[in-house]
């Protein structure tokens, strides 16, 4: 049957599709065993980042952190921060389980849900450092423009988000994706540290899966780096 035009309107664009990945014996394994302790479950509600993290110290959030490799790479060298990774896709949560166990790590937790409504409905106004969103999905063709991540509204909600002089950095190998994240942040009031229309051109961030297979299909990397004053 048809959906009425009404009811489908109401349905969110979302950033993402659920891709039926199957999980490895060791991502079930890390899901079966340590999700209770390193995953957060959505609540439409503010949460208490006390009560996350065993440590107090500033918040990084990565947004759509993949198979989480280079989350970890950063939570590893930075003990002193904290990091939130927000990620739908489960055997890559599966997968940064495993590894902030091998690695025991305490400074990393994980939310599986979409990271607008995380942002919206559990993350206070002003409290996060530093928010990272490293080649969020380009969707590629005019018709999927809309499932962009980064537009307008979604700016704007990570402004409010940030701490004064907390930073948003995102990355992407798609060059008409980095021309319109760059148009709307230049639009927004956020301020580019790099200069205006500039992107960052030495990056301080690990490779990640996604930039790899970038390169390996030849592809550029475009870095923003813009900042709340
Ligand atoms: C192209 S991949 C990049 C993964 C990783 N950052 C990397 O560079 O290897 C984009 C990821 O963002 C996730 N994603 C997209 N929209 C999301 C959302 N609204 N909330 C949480 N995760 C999202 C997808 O599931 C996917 O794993």
New binding site residues.
């Given amino acids: 049957m048809s959906e009425s035009p009404e009811t489908s309107s109401r349905r969110p664009v979302?950033?993402?599709v659920i891709r039926a990945g199957r999980l490895t014996d060791s991502q079930r394994k890390a899901i079966e065993q340590h999700w209770q302790d390193f995953v957060v479950d959505y609540q439409p509600q503010l949460l208490d980042l006390s009560a996350v993290f065993p440590k107090p110290g500033p918040l990084t959030v990565e947004?759509?952190?993949?198979?989480g490799d280079?989350l970890l790479e950063m939570a590893i060298a930075n003990p002193d921060r904290n990091y939130l990774g927000?990620?739908?896709?489960k055997p890559?949560v599966g997968k940064l389980l495993h590894g902030i166990v091998a690695n025991d790590v305490s400074n990393v937790r994980i939310i599986c849900?979409?990271?607008?409504e995380v942002l919206t409905h559990c993350l206070a106004t002003e409290s996060i450092d530093r928010l990272l969103l490293?080649?969020?999905?380009p969707w590629h063709k005019k018709k999927h423009h809309k499932r962009r991540?980064v537009q307008p509204a979604f700016i704007e909600l990570v402004r409010s988000r940030l701490q004064t002089k907390g930073t948003f950095h995102l990355a992407t190998d798609w060059q008409p994706y980095a021309e319109h994240m760059l148009e709307m942040l230049e639009d927004s009031a956020l301020t580019n540290t790099q200069g205006k229309g500039s992107y960052w051109l030495e990056p301080e961030r690990p490779e990640?899966?996604?930039?790899r297979r970038g390169q390996r299909l030849g592809h550029g990397v475009w870095d923003l780096l813009y900042q709340k004053s």
Avoid: C, N, W, Y
């Avoid at 849900?113 to 607008?116: F, Q, T, Y």
């Avoid at 490293?134 to 999905?137: E, K, N, Q, R, T």
């Fill in positions: 979302r950033s993402f947004i759509g952190f993949g198979m280079s927000i990620e739908v896709h890559g849900h979409d990271a607008v490293l080649f969020p999905d991540i990640t899966k996604f930039q």
